[in-house]
Structures are given as structure tokens and as C-alpha cells.
């Protein structure tokens, strides 16, 4: 029987607020064990919590950009649970009246637009961290990211592969980016997800038994991670078993997930609204301020780099891919208008060297090898004829490497394009000297010869004629 997997994805996209969401720590990432906490977020008796302005017009941000409606009275709950990184007892989110819903995100998925259903975004604080097999055989608790702001973003179950999953939350990092509410860094655990999976046999509206996979964080464990699991299961159900509802965890080592604790259910949380926190009333004024105020986002970004720099429609999608991406491409742009130009050699050469050095996922721009404004100036000095296209990329190699300007490179290598008519016709007597033989064959009507011979007089000037002037003078020659 062939089976049809189910996905829905929740996402916990950390916001890039300065304070914590109830107090007024800082959640720089990074500081040392537990020096970011006080009385309120490592849940001392006896305190109150009070929410963060900026949490809750960060989540308007996401709401409104995700085309959500937005709940004027929503309410904030303690979800309880016992575990050493939650010295409270509970967490506080929201559970009825979370603060946006019924939102939807149109992602591409193989050339085609799918529109992918939010059944919620709601806001709560994140939990501190444990770590094991450091300290002999003691646990430590570190509690600066306890009181950390998050957004739960929650999709329905519209999903049907692995890669509408990574599509989806391609599309969805590049929004929350791009609205500047997290920084999508899912290296260091700021934009994660939790994927629930399940298969039903193909045609079948009935859903199938759900299985969680938690703390999935990087594009790859999310792809393999689902892809196993659509396996596992067909197989379980191709062999007549039966799935129980559980949470895994995604074992990056062995390529395979593995049970964690079989699935709590709302009711095992015991929610209720939390006591200390008055509903949340959101006035029409503020939503309206919000929704002015929102940014370009992706898909307006990407319809203007295709009208407005005649960008292909695939080269504007990678370029709106992220936000630090687009700033990248635009700012080389202005260092020299040739935006066709400038967005191969991002999306070619630059792509590449990113990959290989494993700095694709990774959002420090910074930290890339090239700046926007030095290839801007790569791309211009071919297009002021100064080197050809070949010389560009021993050019673009060596600034990778030596980190100089480009024009500094061409000065230092002597690089510099000759077009100088008299030393190329040197050098294209001598190699039709050396090549009796070939101009006879191209004299009696061998074609393919001619670039046989351009070859030899680029190979003898080092790549560095002028192509164009050794076409133009060869044929002229060969009269
Ligand atoms: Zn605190």
C-alpha cells in the first residue's frame, strides 16, 4: 500500500528583544552560566511577573505578516510541568486565546504556489538549559535562557514531504527575519522546531497516528529526521503493527529517531490562566500602528528585485532567501549597478565558497569572506574591460584567500586586461607560426579550429587578452 505522510510543524522562533519577557534581564546569548537572572526568572516565591511590552508587538509583527487575526483580549496561562530547568513548576504561554490565529504562509514548492495554514502564534518563555557529561557525573543547570522570549508558531497538518517542511520553514525564517523580530540563527538554537509526523494510506482523509519529533535544528536533521520517520512508519504499518503516540528525538549520529517518552496530552499540563497576569487587551490603535510599520517582507522583496533589477525569478528567490542575503545583494549593487552581474557571482561563486566553508547557515555576514562593496568592485572591473571573466575568478580566489581589494590583487599579479592591439598581434603571429598545420585545416573550411587557435593565443598572453581584440584581429589575420 503506499502511504501519504501528514506534517505539521510547530516552530519556536526566539525574539530579539533586549530583556527578558517578565523581567528585566538581559537575553544575551552567550554571557556566563546563570549571570543573566534575578528573582522573577529563575522563580523565586513571592515575586510577579511583568510582561514585556516589545514581546507583544513582536508577536503583532509576526500575527500581522502572516495574515492572522489578532485577538484583542487574549490571556497568558501556566502550562505545569516538573523538570530541573523550570525551577517554577510551570511555564508560562498561552493556551485558549493565544494572541494570533487562523494566519497562512504561501510557500513554493517545485515551481508552485501552496498556501500552508497557521492555527496559531502564541508568545511564551523558554526554559533554562541542562547539561549532562561535563561535570563528572553531576547535572548543572544554566538558567540564563529561562524568561527568554519566544513565539510558538504552530501550522496545520498541510504538509505532505519532507521538503514542503524545509520549504515552509525557509519561507517562514526569512519572515520573521525580515521583520526583524529573531535572527533565524538555528545554530544557536533561536528559530527550532518540532515536527509532528504521521502517514495515512494514500487517498485516506482519516489522519493517522501523530508522532512528535522534538528539538530539530538545523535544515538537514529536519529533512532526514522527517524522511526517516515517513519510512518508519509506512514500514510499521506495511507490517501490520500498529504506531503508538509518543515524542522522539532525532539521533544525528546513527540517522535514525528513537523514542523519548510516550505523548503528554493537554490535559497532563493542568492549564490555566496564570493568576499573576492580567488578560492582555489589545487596542485597535496599536494593531494599526503595528501593521504601518511593517517592513518589505520576502515575497514583496523578491516581486522587486525581478521588476525592478530584471532579476529571474529563481535568482530573486535565493536572494530573498534570508534578509542578511538580500541586504548583501543590494549593497554590492550599489557599489556597482550591474545587478545581473552581481547576483551570479552571489549566487555561483559566493554560494559555494559558503558552503564549503559551512557558513551557509550560519548568520554572521560579517564573518563571509568577500564583502558586498568588494564584489561590487570585482564586478566592475570586468565590466570596465580592466580584466576578463576568467581572470575574475583567479581574482575572486585569491581575495578569498589573502582578503586584499580586488583592484589591489589585478595591480599586485599584474592582472590588468591587455587590449592593446600591437603586443596581442605578437602573439598571434607566433602561435599561427607554430600552427601550420591547424590554419591549413582552417583554410580548407575547418571551423572549430578558429577557437582552437583563440585558445592558444589566450593560453600564450596568460588569459589576460582581451577576448574580443583576439577574435576581432585573428579573423583578420586568417583572410
Ligand atoms: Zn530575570
Not at 543590494?330 to 559558503?354: C, M, P, Q, S, Y
Request: aromatic share 8%.
Amino acid at each position: 500500500m503506499n502511504y501519504e505522510p501528514v506534517i505539521g510543524l510547530e516552530v519556536h522562533a526566539q525574539l530579539l528583544t533586549d530583556s527578558k519577557i517578565f523581567c528585566g534581564c538581559s537575553t544575551r546569548f552567550g554571557a556566563e552560566p546563570n549571570a543573566n537572572t534575578c528573582p522573577v526568572c529563575i522563580g523565586l516565591p513571592g515575586v510577579l511577573p511583568v510582561l514585556n511590552r516589545k514581546v507583544v508587538e513582536f508577536a503583532l509583527r509576526a500575527g500581522l505578516a502572516t495574515h492572522c487575526e489578532i485577538t484583542r483580549a487574549s490571556r497568558l496561562a501556566r502550562k505545569n510541568y516538573f523538570y530541573p530547568d523550570l525551577p517554577k513548576g510551570y511555564q508560562i504561554s498561552q493556551y485558549e486565546l493565544p494572541i494570533c490565529e487562523h494566519g497562512y504562509i504561501d510557500i513554493e514548492v517545485s515551481g508552485a504556489t501552496k498556501r500552508v495554514r497557521l492555527t496559531r502564534i502564541h508568545m511564551e518563555e523558554d526554559a533554562g538549559k541542562n547539561i549532562h557529561d561535563q561535570h563528572g557525573d553531576s547535572s548543572l543547570v544554566d538558567l540564563n535562557r529561562a524568561g527568554v522570549p519566544l513565539l510558538e508558531i504552530v501550522s496545520e497538518p498541510d504538509l505532505r514531504s519532507a521538503d514542503e517542511a524545509v520549504s515552509y520553514l525557509k519561507t517562514l525564517r526569512a519572515i520573521v527575519q525580515f521583520l526583524g523580530v529573531c535572527d533565524g540563527n538555528m545554530e544557536e538554537g533561536s528559530f527550532r522546531c518540532d515536527a509532528n509526523v504521521s502517514v495515512r494510506p494514500a487517498g485516506s482523509d482519516r489522519l493517522g497516528t501523530k508522532i512528535e519529533i522534538k528539538n530539530l535544528n538545523s535544515f538537514k536533521a529536519i529533512e532526514k529526521a522527517i524522511a526517516f520517520e515517513i519510512e518508519r512508519q509506512s514500514d510499521v504499518l506495511s507490517g501490520g503493527g500498529q504506531l503508538v503516540q509518543e515524542t522522539r528525538l532525532w539521533d544525528e549520529h546513527r540517522e535514525e529517531t528513537r523514542s523519548m517518552r510516550s505523548k503528554e496530552s493537554a490535559h497532563d499540563y493542568r492549564y490555566f490562566p496564570d493568576p499573576d497576569l492580567l488578560p492582555l487587551v489589545i487596542n485597535a490603535d496599536w494593531i494599526a500602528e503595528v501593521r504601518a510599520g511593517l517592513p518589505e517582507l520576502p515575497a514583496a522583496r523578491k516581486a522587486r528585485f525581478m521588476q525592478g533589477y530584471q532579476l529571474p525569478a529563481y535568482e530573486a528567490e535565493l536572494l530573498t532567501s534570508r534578509k542578511d542575503i538580500a541586504d548583501y545583494f543590494e549593497e554590492a549593487v550599489t557599489a556597482h549597478a550591474n545587478a545581473k552581474a552581481v547576483a551570479n557571482w552571489i549566487v555561483g561563486d559566493l554560494f559555494r565558497v559558503l558552503k564549503e566553508q559551512k557558513l551557509d547557515e550560519e548568520f554572521y555576514i560579517d564573518r563571509w569572506p568577500v564583502a558586498a562593496e568588494r564584489l561590487g568592485e570585482l564586478v566592475r572591473l570586468i565590466d570596465q574591460g580592466k580584466i576578463s571573466g576568467k581572470i575574475a575568478k583567479t581574482v575572486f580566489a585569491e581575495m578569498l584567500s589573502s582578503g586584499k581589494s580586488p583592484q589591489q590583487i589585478v595591480s599586485d599579479k599584474g592582472l590588468e586586461q591587455v587590449s592593446d592591439r600591437s603586443s596581442i598581434e605578437i602573439e598571434i603571429d607566433r602561435v599561427l607560426a607554430a600552427n601550420g598545420k591547424q590554419v591549413e585545416q582552417y583554410k580548407s573550411g575547418n571551423d572549430k579550429i578558429f577557437g582552437y587557435l583563440v585558445g592558444q593565443v589566450m593560453k600564450a598572453t596568460g588569459g589576460k587578452a582581451n577576448p574580443q581584440t583576439v577574435n576581432n584581429l585573428l579573423r583578420a589575420k586568417l583572410q
